[in-house]
């Protein structure tokens, strides 16, 4: 009985898998011609890391409203962003998803949430971008300073606002809830800026209570890409380029901790780096897929 219900487990994400792909359609199955184009790519795109512009991808999808049968287009650096679709006489409903926005910030929409397919001209379906000078402002500002590039891993500096500065003084580039807290002697307090994306530990070094303007950040946490680290690493940075062992950045980590079957899209993979001289530890986090750095944690060594 256990070895069937084992069985079932297994078996249940292929019927799943199967059940989901019952109504959808091949983009040359039809004799109405159109093309599906992302317009307007912004010119700072250039900017972001190799691995970013590599990765990031617009998924359409065109359902029609009749059949309710639906197409899925994958716009990427591989295909210019534009890919030509073959579909039946219709009304398409446009949808659109971009992946990696958090580390992209590159977000868009379709101009036209209905679309007519027909035998008599050639449809577009035009996708654009959503926050051109958003997204200006963001890479702008990102773009590593020769002082950061040339910085050793465990300098303690990053570059947050084009401003390359000591974690220590990160606090004054954010904008952080409950700075009017006080603080026990040697207590600690977790702070974040939601918009940037930063987490920040502060600890009260003194054995009586202190405002949080006396204490020391002893911590700096990155979920978005707003910072940079040294040698210009950062979000969206592809983890070999920074972790392996003769051609990284920061060369072959101390230890790896998370999912063994790296890159299986099952967990995490954290690379470890420690300094034996400070005690400083730095923790990278991988996507599931392996693809890209999602997270990166500075933590300064404490002695109380």
Known sequence: MKKKRRLLLLMLPLFILLASCGNRGKINEGDCAGTVIFQGLPKEF??????????????????????????????????????????????????????????????????????????????AVVIVPENVEEFTEHWMESHPEAEILSADKFSRLVQVNRKVMPIKDVITELDLSDMDKVLEGYQKTTLTDNERGITIVLQNKMSTEQPLSNCEVVSLSVTSNTVVFPDGVSLGTSPAKVCHKETGLYGLPTRFEGFFLYGWDFDETKAIYLDPVSGDRITITFTPDGSAISEITYEMAVFE
């Open 46 to 123: 250039s900017l972001l890391e190799e691995n970013l512009q590599k990765e990031y991808e617009i998924k359409v999808t065109l359902t029609n409203v009749t059949t309710e049968k639906y197409y899925e287009v994958v716009l990427n650096q591989k295909n210019d962003f534009k890919q030509s679709v073959s579909l039946h006489p219709g009304s398409y409903k446009v949808s659109v998803y971009a992946s990696l926005t958090s580390l992209t910030h590159l977000h868009v929409k379709t101009t036209e949430d209905t679309v007519i397919f027909d035998r008599n001209r050639e449809t």
